[in-house]
């Protein structure tokens, strides 16, 4: 069929009822825009009437977005259908006015079928109503926030998800690409015809082809299945993502019927507690991030440019894998993560049949889980970054055996049909034993108030002790997640999680390193993934990982920042109230290696050198303000420090500095005099900090093994803002609307060193074929929506997108703040040569 993209002039206005109708008129308010879109983030945030911290404080809601399309004469008897990617949540279709078709599920895939209710020869209207309402525990977004496309063909086609392509069996010399094509006759008559595959490599050279002719009847569905066979295969993998791609024709005396494509890799997954996990029979230790679905100051909007510039900064900060959290990856990103070499975890719900909150998906679990686990398949199938599904996450119910029983409904539904990949669940131990717990709690501080030695477990996920005692904890949500280690290591858990635990290829387990080689002996068959852990511990969890066969990876909360659970990172100080959100107006979870709009945080740097990917040493500093309690890596929250050396306090100040580093020594050097040389690893590993007098200048780091130099990094203080730097990510960028540009804003002195503590407004016009899309920063508690044309700098930094209209032509962005000269940049838009992203129309 062909698919065509129907993102463009859709009108988007809050749901009212049929009554307010008479009053209010019909798509009155309405403003049009470009698909993917984002309703819940134009709907702006407040204290009260949200969704409070769970969901960044904005405000749920219900929305109605309508487009007009025309439908010519020629379409009569030809199947026409709406392909909606994703739709959050509770998604109504009407076509001219008639109900059309529903999905429940905010992020799988659904097609409409809409011939029924066509008018030919004349133009149309499609409606989609969707809302979102205290159902989710993190920012949810809402609307139509993946793209759309419309499928036109013939009455005899390639269902929408009906090309498949699997290995089964490779070698050096051969490779055989079983392909599978699902072909429906909705005509009234026998059709034969000539189903034509063929195969082309990266570079577009033809490698195999078959031919078969094929018969279907009336309103019958027929599978082809073919082989073709590739010599010499170029597999696929992390650091060589190679690709092939698939076609087939369906062809009959009149000419081609209908076409169908899709891209594919050559790879093998395989997984046991001695070797590990194997990519193509060599070991793979899963250097992994979580990361939740939206897109920072472009809210839940899933465009192509930003879902691959995520995949391309997390693999440049050292991530080799990708976890979703806690719902399907979008198609894009997916595209991305084939496209650059990242592995992926795709996950499918974040509750079965117990809810966690007033109106979440599990009121409708039990009639659609079906629905989305299929559509969850067909997606993910023909995607080679795809190597686990994980049937769900931190599921209440996973420690009973109705739970188990669930589990294992979910694993065999996926496994009918893809056997080719792994099946896994992020199990957490501590909510497998929730109604225990406060009897757990209170035996272990009556027997610490009798003198009893406690468990130990001083630290996020440390190792309880073997006498078995419970946590010492008191309640308070900080204490909780001390003990969470030793609660997860209670013999307790290993019995509630022991069934859920078996219908699984590789056990997750989040926050569970207490169990890792607890249950070596007792499960020697067991392999498990740290599939949701803090980042802070990563120095303990990657020694774990390195050291034994039977873990296969860490996957840190999280490798990239997210609106919604606001201020679970944050680190917190005397006379701060320790809780899991963050008062209004905290937006963002502040725990990510990376912040939302993309910028390194210092615990990524931290992570790349546990990782063994980093050998220069890395310089951060603890904000002096908070010198006389320094806060140290805990939870979800690094130190609070940032890599700067421009500070607005008097010389001599002491400030706390710290390195990261795999060598045995630093010295710190001010101002080219040594102030201190220090051990590295004393209280952490790969570690090394000071207390210095602060003076402005040079601060070095220098890192030693065994008495020589092994590398070193500074920092400058920044004389006063002096210029407004502009630096976008491309020069370049194509037409479609499912492209981005990403313009960085800095506060510059006149040697060009960025300037952290002069923050000022920033204001931006632009002027050519695209549109200020989102313009932000990533700081963590703020009123400053992204939708506005001015926002207040960051550390000296201010990120603008620019989205194009479809048009080409020359983008000139003018920026301005007071006190500095006005900046300028242009951007060329048109026809890009090689770019990596999905930008034009495909078959289907």
Same mark, same amino acid.
């Given at each position: ?281 060599? !070991?793979?230790? /899963?250097? *992994?991030?979580?990361?939740?679905? $939206?897109?920072? %100051?472009?809210?839940? &909007?899933?465009?192509?440019? =930003? ?116 099946? !896994?669940?992020? /199990?957490? *131990?501590?909510?497998?034993?929730? $109604?225990?717990? %406060?009897?757990?709690? &209170?035996?272990?501080?009556? =027997? ?397």
């Amino acid at each position: 069929m062909i698919r065509e993209p129907f993102n463009d002039g859709w009108r988007v206005t809050g749901r009212t009822s049929i009554f307010e109708l008479f009053t209010a008129g019909d798509g009155a308010g309405s403003v049009t825009v470009t698909l993917p879109h984002d309703a819940m983030l134009a709907g702006g945030r407040s204290a009260e009437g949200s969704g409070g911290s769970h969901t960044g404080y904005h405000r749920p809601g219900a929305w109605r977005y309508d487009k007009e399309f025309e439908v010519p004469a020629s379409w009569a008897g030809k199947r026409v259908s709406i392909e909606f990617e994703g739709v959050y949540r509770d998604a109504m279709v009407y076509v001219n006015d008639v109900f059309a078709g529903q999905w429940a599920g905010g992020y799988s895939t659904f097609h409409i079928a809409a011939d029924p209710y066509l008018r030919y020869g004349q133009t149309n209207t499609v409606r989609v109503e969707a809302q979102a309402y205290k159902d989710s525990r993190w920012y949810s977004g809402g609307g139509i926030h993946r793209p759309v496309h419309l499928l036109v063909g013939d009455l005899l086609h390639v269902t929408p998800t009906g090309l498949r392509v699997s290995t089964p069996q490779i070698d050096d010399a051969l490779a055989v690409a079983a392909v599978a094509t699902e072909v429906v006759n909705e005509g009234t008559g026998t059709r034969t015809v000539e189903v034509l595959l063929e195969v082309r490599d990266g570079d577009g050279e033809v490698v195999a082809t078959d031919h078969a002719p094929l018969t279907v009847l009336a309103g019958e569905r027929a599978i082809v299945r073919r082989r073709a066979y590739i010599r010499h295969p170029a597999l696929w993998s992390v650091e060589e993502p190679n690709l092939y791609t698939a076609t087939v024709r369906l062809t009959d005396a009149g000419g081609q019927v209908d076409e169908a494509r899709t891209t594919f890799g050559i790879r093998s997954v395989s997984v046991d507690p001695i070797r590990g996990l194997r990519i193509n029979g060599a !070991t793979v230790k /899963l250097r *992994g991030a979580c990361v939740h679905h $939206d897109n920072g %100051p472009l809210g839940s &909007a899933a465009i192509a440019r =930003a879902e691959e510039r995520r995949v391309r900064l997390l693999k440049d900060a050292g991530f080799n894998a990708i976890r979703s959290a806690h719902n399907p990856l979008s198609k894009a990103m997916l595209e991305a993560c084939d496209r650059l070499g990242m592995l992926v975890m795709d996950e499918t719900f974040d509750m079965w049949t117990v809810s966690k909150t007033d109106d979440d998906y599990a009121r409708r679990f039990p009639q659609w889980w079906e629905r989305d686990v299929d559509a969850l398949v067909a997606k993910d199938f023909n995607h080679p970054s795809v190597i686990f599904y994980s049937i769900g996450n931190e599921i209440l119910e996973a420690g009973t055996p109705h739970g188990a029983r669930w589990g294992r409904l979910l694993a065999e539904r996926i496994r009918t049909q893809d056997p080719t990949r792994l099946v !896994t669940n992020a /199990l957490n *131990g501590m909510m497998a034993i929730m $109604d225990q717990i %406060p009897a757990l709690m &209170a035996q272990a501080n009556g =027997a610490q108030g009798n003198g009893a030695q406690g468990n130990g477990a001083q630290a996020n996920g440390a190792q309880a002790p073997a006498n078995g005692d419970g946590p010492a904890v008191e309640g308070g949500f900080n204490d909780l997640l001390d003990g969470m280690g030793a609660l997860t290591a209670l013999p307790e858990v290993g019995e509630r999680i022991a069934e859920s635990a078996a219908v699984l290829d590789v056990v997750g387990l989040n926050y569970g390193d207490s169990r890792y080689l607890a249950d070596r002996e007792t499960y020697p068959n067991r392999v498990v993934v740290g599939s949701e852990t803090f980042p802070t511990l990563i120095d303990r969890y990657w020694k774990l990982v390195t050291e034994h066969g039977h873990i296969i990876g860490d996957f840190t909360w999280t490798g990239w920042d997210y609106l919604g659970e606001s201020g679970i990172g944050r680190p917190t100080y005397p006379g701060e109230g320790p809780s899991f959100g963050a008062p209004y107006p905290w937006l963002t979870a502040s725990t990510g290696d990376l912040d939302i709009t993309g910028r390194r945080r210092p615990v990524s740097y931290y992570r790349e050198t546990v990782y063994g990917l980093r050998r220069t040493p890395y310089l951060a500093v603890q904000r002096p303000e908070h010198r006389e309690h320094p806060f140290r890596p805990k939870g979800w929250a690094w130190s609070d420090s940032i890599a700067g050396w421009t500070w607005d306090i008097p010389a001599g100040t002491p400030v706390i500095v710290e390195a990261y580093t795999d060598a045995d020594e630093i010295e710190f050097v001010l101002n080219g005099t040594s102030a201190a040389r220090v051990p590295v690893g004393t209280d952490k590993a790969y570690l090394a900090t000071a207390e210095l007098p602060y003076q402005p200048g040079t601060l070095e780091a220098v890192a030693y093994r065994a008495g020589a130099e092994t590398g070193r990094c500074h920092l400058l203080t920044a004389g006063a803002a002096a210029r407004l730097q502009l630096t976008p990510d491309r020069p370049h960028i194509g037409a479609d609307p499912q492209d981005l540009a990403y313009l960085d804003i800095h506060l510059v002195d006149e040697q060009a060193t960025i300037n952290p503590i002069s923050d000022r407004t920033v204001t931006v016009d632009l002027d050519g074929p695209a549109t200020l899309q989102a313009l932000g920063t990533a700081r963590p508690s703020t009123e400053e929506p992204f939708h506005a044309t001015s926002c207040t700098t960051y550390e000296g930094h201010a990120l603008a997108v620019l989205r194009p209209t479809g048009a080409e032509g020359t983008v000139t962005v003018t920026v301005r703040a007071d006190g500095l000269p006005t900046a300028t940049v242009s951007i060329e838009v048109g026809t890009v040569s090689g770019t990596a992203t999905r930008y034009e129309p495909a078959r289907s």
